[in-house]
């Protein structure tokens, strides 16, 4: 069976810090990836998606950036955080068939900015 | 431009039928997604409408409306459980998809 994992699950960090989350998708191949933000009473943000290696569309400019080294392991960075990056960060993915379309997520980052 | 429209806060009662509505606007349509998102985790999956009709999945159901650009997510025999977050979401030509902010079901005894 398809499993998703991302870390870590909280952490705090200092504005203008650097950020790594990562995530890795098993039991399956040439998975969609996507990187989501959830604020409070608001909805998912699309952040990052990708479609294979190195492939990699952004859906807003922002200092966060995204890279996909591995088929099934996608990361999102920032060199610098800013206190609007604080929020909850949903790493998912789908299967390449863009018909379902339906998402599955990994249990989530929450980021606190101080 | 593309919205989605659901109500911010819902209450119900144990055992008791509740109906979450959402009215969407997207620039082309490739399917209506309800999502369950219990505080704290992750969303998972519940349904998805493409074509006109109520789809049922259990206590679940989920109805489209394309003319209208409207569904809604029907939940039966509520139970306890239930309290979490109901997010729609809309597929645009682009099969891109485009949330709701979510609404939040509480169940009371």
């Known amino acids: 069976s398809q499993t998703i994992h991302q870390w870590p699950a909280t952490l705090v960090q200092p504005v203008g810090s650097p950020l790594s989350l990562e995530c890795t998708v098993e039991?399956?191949?040439?998975?969609?990836l996507y990187w989501y933000r959830q604020a409070a009473g608001r909805g998912l943000q699309l952040l990052f998606y990708s479609v294979g290696i190195g492939q990699i569309s952004s859906e807003v400019p922002q200092n966060l950036s995204a890279s996909r080294p591995q088929d099934r392991q996608f990361i999102l960075s920032s060199k610098k955080l800013l206190l609007s990056d604080s929020g909850f960060y949903l790493c998912?993915?789908?299967?390449?068939?863009?018909?379902?379309?339906?998402?599955?997520f990994g249990e989530g980052s929450r980021l606190t900015v101080l | 431009g593309q919205n989605i429209d659901q109500p911010t806060e819902m209450t119900a009662t144990e055992g008791a039928i509740v109906q979450i509505n959402c009215t969407y606007q997207?620039?082309?349509?490739?399917?209506l997604f309800w999502y369950q998102q219990h505080a704290g985790e992750a969303p998972t999956f519940l349904s998805y409408?493409?074509l006109d009709g109520l789809e049922e999945k259990g206590r679940f159901s989920s109805f489209l409306s394309r003319s209208k650009g409207y569904s809604y997510l029907l939940l039966k025999e509520l139970q306890m459980k239930d309290s979490a977050s109901y997010l729609c979401?809309?597929?645009?030509?682009?099969?891109?998809?485009?949330w709701g902010a979510g609404t939040k079901l509480i169940i009371k005894p």
């Open positions: 997207t620039s082309g349509f490739n399917g």
């Open positions: 039991g399956t191949s040439n998975p969609n």
């Open positions: 409408n493409v």
């Open positions: 979401a809309g597929m645009d030509s682009n099969y891109q998809l485009i």
């Open positions: 998912a993915w789908s299967v390449a068939d863009r018909v379902t379309g339906e998402l599955f």
